[in-house]
């Protein structure tokens, strides 16, 4: 069967097709493939517009993949120029960056490189024709100009430039080029006297007013015996590294530059050689605004009790086991921009631990004199010297928790304090997700006058990337104060 043509189809059918088409990035000829070959196999999931089948086994023959899984999607639009030898190129480099490369080719650009070339390299179906009824079945230029993160032509013809400037749309690819909502590349290729020509200098500046972004063209020879000057198309290699940049844009690292000292997970008091005394955390959150605050760009010192979790990347982490420890490691860490204290340390340890396994007795249990452990949050927020800038704490609580915040905060001379509730309840401790409130001090108030933000249910990730960019604003307005 060569091609599939499909008639008659109601409403909710068509529906669930250009669902699951667009999900597994197929066509909906292709994907009605998919289905017929599951239901032989006895695979296919009931058709529910809604429950959208997974792809298709990469054992499939007709979906060849890279073995990487993409990361990215570009429409490539290919003009028609000779330049357009330097697309098969571009196919490869982009795939080499786990992007996922669809390909137009216009009519002219059939003249210099085939689909089946382009269709080899990229492993997907080309598309050539605007009035293609096998792709056009569910608006396929829609989905071409969609359906992807990047649109990128190379070669821009002088045609295809003008055509995008003044909203023409006689083709698949200028139809494409009007329909998308994407970011536009384009890599101009053309004579050099076409790329001076007023009425496309007007194209290209009208084209950059609109937001579409130009890489090139580069000065060099010309296909052309004799010519050289301004035109040659920007290599494969350039256009797609300025593609990835606009795939895959810097994150922005506010903290880059600062040191943040990080406190996170229980502590350990021993009893003897068997028991201890601790608190019921997983860790999870302090480790999650060490990884926040590493993304940001800070070099970050995570001082952690014991914990059931791998170091975060790029972190510099101190393993601990008592409340003393992690005072030693948290001093030695200093001086730091921003400290958090987000470790549960156990209040108490044993007086005299004892050398070796307590042992039941007639007399009863065996008395345990307990002293209180260093406050490491109080001991570092009231330093005279090498206090950090920015000092934030902790409360867990299980009762009146905005009002024990506030005492604490007062108590403990820090500058923020994060609350949560952790009764049992509310499944915190061990959790993977937290409810917080950010109490601090009123700008310009007196003691006392605090300010809460209570901010809505979310992961531990989520409140440490939130809290890291509450840092970061923070950091960066007191380093543009002027020095008093």
């Known amino acids: 069967m060569a091609s599939l043509t499909i008639r008659k189809l109601d409403d909710a059918v068509k529906t669930y097709l250009r669902l699951r088409s667009a999900k597994n990035r197929r066509s909906v000829e292709e994907e009605v493939r998919v289905i017929l070959r599951e239901l032989i196999e006895g695979r296919e999931e009931p058709l529910t517009p809604f429950a959208v089948p997974p792809a298709a086994s990469s054992s499939a023959p007709t979906q060849q993949r890279t073995s990487a899984v993409p990361e990215a999607s570009v429409t490539l639009i290919i003009g028609g120029g000779i330049a357009a030898y330097k697309s098969l190129d571009l196919i490869r480099r982009l795939k080499e960056r ?14 210099f490189v085939t689909p089946l070339a382009v269709s080899a390299l990229s492993h997907e179906r080309v598309y050539t024709d605007l009035f293609d009824p096998q792709s056009e079945f569910d608006a396929g230029h829609i989905r071409l100009a969609r359906d992807c993160d990047l649109i990128v032509v190379a070669p821009a013809t002088a045609d295809l430039l003008a055509k995008l400037a003044n909203g023409h749309a ?6 494409i080029l009007l329909a998308t ?8 290729a053309m004579n050099p006297l076409m790329w001076n020509n007023a009425a496309t200098r007007r194209n290209v500046a009208q084209l950059q007013r609109d937001g579409a972004v ?3 063209p580069n000065s060099g020879e010309m296909a052309e015996a004799g010519e050289a000057g301004i035109g040659r198309m920007s290599e494969a290699i350039e256009i797609a590294n300025a593609a990835e940049r606009l795939l895959r844009p810097p994150v922005p690292r506010p903290l880059a530059g600062k040191r943040v000292l990080i406190t996170a997970g229980p502590t350990h008091e021993p009893i003897d050689p068997v028991r201890y005394i601790a608190n019921r955390s997983s860790g999870k959150q302090g480790f999650a605004i060490a990884a926040a605050a590493q993304a940001a760009g800070a070099e970050v010192i995570l001082v952690s009790g014991p914990v059931d979790l791998d170091d ?6 101190k393993h601990v086991e008592s409340a003393r420890q992690m005072l030693e490691q948290v001093q030695a860490a200093l001086p ?41 949050l109080a001991t570092i927020a009231k330093l005279a010297d090498k206090r950090p800038p920015l000092v934030i704490g902790f409360a867990a609580e299980t009762e009146h928790l905005i009002d024990n915040a506030k005492s604490k905060l007062a108590r403990k001379g820090c500058d923020w304090i994060v609350a949560n509730d952790v009764s049992p309840a509310t499944g915190v401790m061990g959790g993977d997700r937290n409810t917080v ?48």
């Open 98 to 111: 786990r992007v996922e490369v669809r390909c137009v080719l216009t009519k002219a650009a059939q003249q």
């Open 312 to 317: 975060p990347q790029g972190v510099t982490v």
């Open 170 to 175: 006689d083709d698949l690819a200028s139809a």
């Open 336 to 376: 730091v921009d921003v400290a958090i204290f987000a470790a549960a340390v156990a209040d108490w340890r044993v007086a005299n631990e004892g050398e070796q396994k307590l042992k039941k007795t007639s007399a009863g249990m065996p008395p345990l004199q307990l002293v209180e452990n260093p406050d490491i």
């Open 437 to 484: 409130h950010l109490i601090s001090r009123k700008n310009g108030a007196k003691d006392g006058e605090f300010a809460v933000d209570s901010w809505p249910v979310m992961t531990k990730e989520q409140v440490a990337i939130e809290l890291v960019a509450h840092v970061a604003r923070t950091v960066t307005d007191k380093s543009r104060e002027p020095a008093s």
């Open 214 to 216: 130009l890489i090139g």
């Open 181 to 188: 909502n994407r970011k536009v590349l384009l890599a101009p």
